[in-house]
C-alpha cells in the first residue's frame, strides 16, 4: 500500500510482417505501458502508421463533429453494438448528409433571425418617439439627428451654438429627435458637449410601429422554422446517437493501433517495442502475446524497476529467458551517463531478410541499453476503500515511483481529524448521506472520489458523535446512550472545561505521531543514498522533534498537565479512556546562568548538528519541530468553535438554564423559573441557578414559527461551514504538515496501450 505495484520494463521484437498481429495481440491486453523510442539507435528510425491510418483518423474528425452538432453524450448510447467498416462507409456518409444539411439550414436561420433582431432593436426607439420615418429625412434646408440622450441637455447645447440659428426638439423616454436650420456637420459639433447618441434612421416610410410589427412576425416564423430544424436534428440525435458512439470508439481503436508504430524503433524488415507492466502481469503478458502472434517475436524482461529516493529505476534484476527467449542482461547497475549511454545505444544484431533483432542491446559494462531512461509510470496499490483518497492526494501530486504513497495514511488520518472536530451523530449521518448520493449519482470521478471520502468523514463524525453523547448539537443522545456520562465530552461547557484543555494537549500528540511519521517516511527513503545521510537529513528532525516535546511534557517549563502522568490526576482519574503515562522525567543533566539542561534538551541540540551537517541552510527552519506541532492545535480550536455554533443555535430555540456546578441543560421539556427573591429553583434534579435564555420556542407561535427558522437554517450553516473549516483545516494539517516532510510528487500515470470498451463489442 505505501509504494506502487511493482514495475517490469519488457520488449516486444519482431519481423514487420507480424507488427500489426502484435498490436493487435498487445491492444487486446490493455497493460502495456509503451515508452516512446527516442531515436537514439544507429540504424532504427521511429515506425510510420499502418496503411489506412489517415482514412481512419479523418473518419473519426467527422464523427466527432457530427457528435458535436448533434449535441450527443454517453446517456445517448443505448446497448453495446457491432461497427461493421460497411456501416462505416454508407451509413456514416448517409448520416453526415443529413445532419450538415439540417445544421447548414439551421445556420442561415440563425443569421437570418439574427439580422431580424437587430433590425427590431434599431426600430424600437423610433416606435417609442411616435414620428414617421419619412419624416426623419429628404430635407433640404434642415438638419435631423436622432438618438438617445438628455433632452435638456440637448436644448442647451442648441441654444448655445453660434451655427444653429432655429431648432425643435421632440422627446419620448430618453429618445430624442432634433430639426435645426443649419448644416448636417455644425447640428453634430453643437451636440457634442450634450449627452446624445446618434441613432441611423432605418428604411421606410410611415408609421414605424408597422415595421415593427412586421420585423416581429417575420422574427416568429424564424424561430418556428428554427425550431422545426432544431426537432429534427433531435430527432437524428436520437436515432443516431449510439451508433455514432460506437463508431468513434471502433475508429479511436483502429486509429491507436495504426499510430502504435511512430512509437516503435524499426528497421526496414524488423521492429523493437518497448514499454512497462505490472511484474507480476509479465508471465500472462508473454504467454498470451506469443500464443497470438507466434514464433516471430521475441518477449524479453530487460529490468524490474527498485525503488529509490527519486523514483527513478536504476537497477534491474537477473531473470530467465522468457518464451519468445532473448538474452536479458545481468543484475548490475544500469546508471551510466547519457553520453556513454547514447554512444553505445546500438542493436546487438538486425537480420536483413526479416528476421528479429535482439530486444536490448548489450552495452560494453555488461548491462542492458532500452529506448530511454523513462521512468516507470506509477499504479497506486491501495485497497478499494482507500481509493477515493487517490484523488486527494493527486490534488498535490501523483507520488512517484520511488515514493512512499501518502494515500493509506491520508485514510487512517483524515476522516479521524474531520470526526474529532464535528463529533455529531447528526451531522455525521447528514455527510454520509450527502458523500453516497456523490458516490452513486454521479459519473466525474473526482466527484465520487469526494463522495467515498465524505462517507469515511461522515462515518467518524457519527463515531465520534455517540462517544460525545450529541445528535445536532443536542447532549439527549447522551442521556440515552450513556445514562448522562458519555466517554468524553467537547469541554464546551464551563463545568466540562478541563476537556478543552485535554482536547489542546491531545492535539500536541497527535501532531507529533503524525509528523514523526512524515519524517519517518523521509529517513526509510533517504537510506538509498546512505546510512549517513538519512540520519542527518531525517533523524535530525526526529530527534529534534522528540527531544523538544519531550522536554515540554517533563514538566520542565511547569505547564505539563497532570493527566499525562498518572490517571490519578486530572481530568482522567479513573475514566475508562484514561491515558496513564508514566511520566518523563526532566533528567537535568547541568545548567547554565541557572538554566537547567534536560537530557531532552541535549537531545534535540543533537539533531540540530546532525541537520547542520547535512545542510546548514536547513538550520534557520529548526522551529518547524515547535511550530508544527502547534498547527495542530487548530484540531482541538475547530471541535470547540463547531460545538459553540452549533450550541448557541439550540440555544435561541430551546433556551437554556444552568446548574449549580456550571452545566448547561436545553431547555427541551420546559424552562424553569427563579421566583423572584430566591437564588435558584430544583428543576428536573438540577439546582438551576440562571436562565441563560427562555428559548424561542418558549415564547409563543409567532416564537416557535421564527425560531424554526433559526434552527433549520443555522444547522445548515453550521453542516456546511464544517466541510469548509474541519474538512479545509484536516487537508491543511495532511497537505501542508504531513506531505511536506518526505512527499514531492511527479509521478507519471499508468496508460497502458488499449482500450476500456463501453459502446462496441468484438461479437
Known amino acids: 500500500m505505501l509504494r506502487p505495484e511493482r514495475m517490469c520494463r519488457v520488449s516486444v521484437t519482431g519481423s514487420k510482417r507480424v507488427m500489426e498481429d502484435t498490436i493487435e495481440a498487445v491492444h487486446g491486453l490493455d497493460i502495456l505501458h509503451v515508452t516512446e523510442y527516442d531515436g537514439a539507435w544507429d540504424g532504427f528510425e521511429p515506425g510510420d502508421p499502418v496503411d489506412g491510418a489517415d482514412e481512419a483518423s479523418d473518419k473519426l474528425v467527422t464523427v466527432r463533429s457530427l457528435e458535436s452538432i448533434l449535441d450527443v453524450d454517453a446517456e445517448d448510447a443505448g446497448p453495446t453494438q457491432l461497427v461493421t467498416d460497411e456501416a462505416l462507409e454508407e451509413d456514416l456518409e448517409e448520416i453526415r448528409t443529413q445532419v450538415n444539411d439540417l445544421d447548414d439550414r439551421r445556420g442561415d436561420i440563425e443569421d437570418d433571425l439574427r439580422d431580424v433582431r437587430e433590425r427590431i432593436d434599431t426600430m424600437e426607439p423610433f416606435v417609442?418617439?411616435?414620428?414617421?420615418?419619412?419624416?426623419?429625412?429628404?430635407y433640404d434646408s434642415l438638419s435631423v439627428a436622432v438618438g438617445t440622450g438628455d433632452a435638456d441637455e440637448v436644448k442647451v447645447a442648441l441654444a448655445d451654438s453660434d451655427d444653429v440659428d432655429t431648432f425643435k426638439v421632440f422627446d419620448e423616454e430618453d429618445v430624442v429627435a432634433v430639426f435645426a436650420r443649419c448644416d448636417e456637420g455644425e447640428l453634430q459639433d453643437a451636440l457634442v458637449g450634450a449627452t446624445f447618441s446618434g441613432l441611423a434612421v432605418p428604411d421606410g416610410d410611415g408609421d414605424p410601429s408597422s415595421y415593427l410589427e412586421e420585423?416581429?412576425?417575420?422574427?416568429?416564423?424564424?424561430?418556428?422554422k428554427l425550431s422545426t430544424v432544431e426537432d429534427e436534428l433531435d430527432d437524428l440525435r436520437l436515432d443516431y446517437a449510439g451508433f455514432l458512439l460506437a463508431a468513434e470508439e471502433k475508429l479511436s481503436i483502429e486509429v491507436q493501433k495504426a499510430e502504435a508504430p511512430l512509437t516503435f524503433a524499426t528497421t526496414e524488415n524488423a521492429f523493437v517495442a518497448e514499454g512497462w507492466i505490472p511484474d507480476d502481469e509479465y508471465e500472462a503478458f508473454e504467454t498470451q502475446v506469443m500464443s497470438t502472434v507466434g514464433e516471430a517475436i521475441a518477449i524479453e524482461k530487460l529490468e524490474v524497476a527498485e525503488y529509490d529516493s527519486d523514483g527513478h529505476a536504476h537497477s534491474h534484476e537477473e531473470v530467465e529467458e522468457g518464451g519468445g527467449g532473448g538474452e536479458v542482461g545481468s543484475d548490475v547497475d544500469t546508471g551510466v551517463t547519457a553520453e556513454s549511454e547514447e554512444d553505445q545505444r546500438e542493436p546487438s544484431e538486425a537480420v536483413a531478410d526479416g528476421g528479429m533483432v535482439s530486444a536490448a542491446a548489450a552495452r560494453s559494462d555488461g548491462g542492458v541499453v532500452t529506448m530511454g531512461d523513462e521512468d516507470p509510470p506509477v499504479i497506486q496499490d491501495n485497497p478499494g476503500a482507500v481509493k477515493p483518497f487517490e484523488s486527494l492526494v493527486e490534488v498535490v501530486n501523483r507520488p512517484k515511483y520511488g515514493e512512499f504513497d501518502p494515500t493509506v495514511v491520508f485514510f487512517l488520518t483524515f476522516p479521524a481529524f474531520y470526526g474529532f472536530m464535528i463529533g455529531d451523530l447528526g451531522y455525521g449521518i447528514l455527510y454520509t448521506l450527502a458523500g453516497y448520493a456523490l458516490y452513486t449519482q454521479v459519473d466525474s470521478d473526482v466527484l465520487k472520489s469526494l463522495g467515498g471520502v465524505a462517507m469515511w468523514a461522515g462515518g467518524f463524525t457519527a463515531l465520534f458523535g455517540v462517544l460525545y453523547g450529541e445528535f445536532f448539537g443536542l447532549h439527549q443522545l447522551g442521556e440515552i446512550v450513556w445514562g448522562g456520562n458519555p466517554p468524553i465530552r467537547k469541554g464546551l461547557q464551563p463545568v466540562y472545561s478541563d476537556y478543552a484543555i485535554a482536547w489542546l494537549t491531545i492535539s500536541l500528540l497527535a501532531g507529533m505521531v503524525h509528523l514523526a511519521v512524515g519524517w519517518t517516511f523521509d529517513f526509510v527513503e533517504n537510506l538509498s543514498h546512505g546510512l549517513w545521510d538519512a540520519i542527518t537529513e531525517s533523524g535530525s528532525w526526529l530527534l529534534m522533534l522528540f527531544g523538544l516535546w519531550a522536554w515540554v511534557f517533563s514538566g520542565a517549563m511547569g505547564a505539563a498537565p497532570n493527566f499525562l502522568y498518572t490517571a490519578e490526576e486530572g481530568i482522567f482519574a479513573g475514566h475508562p479512556f484514561a491515558l496513564g503515562f508514566a511520566g518523563l522525567p526532566a533528567i537535568n543533566l547541568f545548567s547554565v546562568a541557572g538554566f537547567p539542561i534536560s537530557a531532552w534538551l541535549v537531545v534535540f541540540f543533537a539533531g540540530l548538528v546532525l541537520l547542520a551537517l547535512a545542510d546548514p541552510i536547513e538550520v534557520v527552519e529548526f522551529l518547524n519541530v515547535f511550530v508544527n506541532v502547534l498547527s495542530y492545535t487548530r484540531l482541538?480550536?475547530?471541535?470547540?468553535?463547531?460545538?459553540?455554533?452549533?450550541?448557541?443555535?439550540?440555544?435561541?430555540?430551546?433556551g437554556v438554564y444552568v446548574d449549580s456546578k456550571g452545566g448547561w441543560h436545553f431547555g427541551i421539556g420546559g424552562m424553569p423559573t427563579i421566583p423572584e427573591g430566591s437564588e435558584s429553583v430544583m428543576y428536573h434534579g438540577y439546582e438551576v441557578t440562571e436562565i441563560m435564555f427562555g428559548g424561542l420556542m418558549h415564547s409563543g407561535i409567532a416564537g416557535v414559527v421564527g425560531g424554526l427558522l433559526v434552527l433549520v437554517l443555522g444547522h445548515i450553516l453550521v453542516l456546511v461551514l464544517g466541510v469548509t473549516s474541519a474538512g479545509l483545516q484536516g487537508v491543511r494539517l495532511e497537505y501542508v504538515e504531513f506531505f511536506g516532510k518526505f512527499f514531492e510528487g511527479g509521478g507519471k500515470k499508468y496508460t497502458p496501450f488499449g482500450y476500456d470498451r463501453q459502446y462496441t463489442t468484438d461479437d
Do not use: C, P, Y
Not at 420585423?215 to 418556428?224: A, C, I
Open 128 to 138: 417609442t418617439l411616435g414620428i414617421d420615418l419619412d419624416l426623419l429625412r429628404g
Open 215 to 224: 420585423l416581429r412576425h417575420e422574427e416568429q416564423q424564424l424561430e418556428s
Open 636 to 654: 482541538a480550536a475547530v471541535l470547540l468553535a463547531k460545538a459553540g455554533m452549533a450550541f448557541v443555535v439550540n440555544l435561541l430555540f430551546f
